[in-house]
């Protein structure tokens, strides 16, 4: 079983897109800047990572959201 399996729907929705993409997105490598694609192509990524990252469909909506944000 995953630790992501475990998460609590609440464990989930209280965190911000920059704390998921910490947790989730830096601690295999190094993140590229924001401003590095375009907003469609975060969207691409997002969807790559949601399965090699074992992410929710919020946690990924919240990590694009925010590096959108971030450009």
């Known amino acids: 079983m995953s630790a992501n399996s ?3 729907p609440a464990a989930i929705t209280n965190k911000s ?3 998921l993409w910490a947790e989730n997105c830096n601690r295999c490598h190094n993140a590229p800047p ?3 694609y375009s907003n469609a192509q975060w969207e691409v ?3 790559h990572m949601r399965y090699k990252a074992n ?3 919020e946690e990924v909506r919240k990590i694009v ?3 959108k944000a971030s450009k």
């Open 55 to 57: 992410l929710t469909d």
């Open 6 to 8: 475990c998460k609590t």
């Open 34 to 36: 924001p401003e590095i």
């Open 65 to 67: 959201a925010f590096l």
């Open 17 to 19: 897109g920059a704390q």
């Open 45 to 47: 990524v997002g969807e």
